[in-house]
C-alpha cells in the first residue's frame, strides 16, 4: 500500500481545482474519524478518501470511480478500489457491500459541512 505522501502527490498530479483538492482532503479526514470510531484501519480509510476523486477532472460521470481504479490499481488493496468504485454506485452499478464503502458514500455527502 502507498505512503500518504504518495498519495498526496497522485491527488495533485490528478486533480488541478483547488477546491476538489479541499474536498478530498475533507472526506480523507472524516474517513479517519470513521474508522477510528468504528476500530477499522485508520490509515486504510484515509487513503481511501483522499483518492477517491481523482478522476474527477478526466472521467465522465458515467466512469467516475472507474478511471480512478485504472491509476490506482497496483496502489491500493481490492477493498479500497471497491469503495472507489463503488460510492459512484449509481453509474458504475458497484454494489457498495463494505463498511468502507459506505463509510465513503455518507463521508463524501457530508464533507460539504466542516
Same mark, same amino acid.
Given at each position: 500500500m502507498i505512503? #500518504? #505522501?504518495d498519495a498526496i502527490t &497522485? =491527488?495533485?498530479e490528478y486533480l488541478k481545482k483547488d477546491? %476538489? +483538492? +479541499?474536498?478530498? =482532503? /475533507?472526506? /480523507? #479526514?472524516i474517513m $479517519? /474519524?470513521? @474508522?477510528k470510531e468504528i476500530k477499522e484501519d485508520e490509515h486504510e !480509510? !484515509? %487513503?481511501t478518501g483522499l %483518492?477517491?476523486?481523482i478522476d474527477f477532472e478526466i472521467a465522465e460521470i458515467n466512469e467516475h470511480g472507474i478511471k480512478s481504479v485504472e491509476i490506482l490499481q497496483e496502489k491500493l488493496n481490492e477493498k479500497m478500489?471497491? @469503495?472507489?468504485? /463503488?460510492?459512484n454506485f449509481e453509474y458504475t452499478n458497484i454494489t457498495p #457491500?463494505? $463498511? &468502507?464503502?459506505?463509510a465513503l458514500i455518507a463521508s463524501d455527502m457530508i464533507s460539504g459541512l466542516i
Open positions: 505512503t #500518504e #505522501e &497522485i =491527488l495533485n477546491n %476538489l +483538492k +479541499k474536498h478530498s =482532503l /475533507a472526506v /480523507a #479526514e $479517519k /474519524a470513521i @474508522a !480509510y !484515509y %487513503l %483518492l477517491h476523486d478500489i471497491h @469503495a472507489i468504485q /463503488a460510492h #457491500e463494505d $463498511k &468502507i464503502d459506505f
